[in-house]
């Protein structure tokens, strides 16, 4: 499987995300910069299968964060798949 190239993590850098709703989640996964946002995969898919992951934080929550392109066994049906998950901290 090809890996995501570096004109796409440096475009998914210029991602810039306005999150609507009130949950920590919703307001809290665009430090990670991914490249689909709103993520379109569970975090613990995309973790087991993913090639890019990573953490960040935003005020008082830490993220973790995943990328991986098409994938079918992982649940990613698009060329690029996103997941984040973020915990109050």
Not at 12 to 33: D, E, I, P, T
Not at 56 to 77: A, I, K, L, S, V
Request: proline fraction near 6%.
């Amino acid at each position: 499987m090809a890996k995501l190239g570096a004109s796409a993590l440096a475009a998914s850098a210029l991602v810039v995300v306005h999150a609507k709703g009130g949950s920590a989640f919703n307001n809290n996964y665009m430090c990670c910069c991914l490249i689909v946002a709103p993520p379109n995969i569970p975090y613990s898919l995309c973790a087991r299968c993913g090639y890019y992951i990573w953490t960040c934080t935003t005020g008082p929550y830490f993220c973790n964060c995943c990328e991986m392109t098409q994938n079918f066994n992982c649940g990613c049906g698009t060329p690029y798949c996103s997941g984040a998950s973020c915990e109050h901290v």
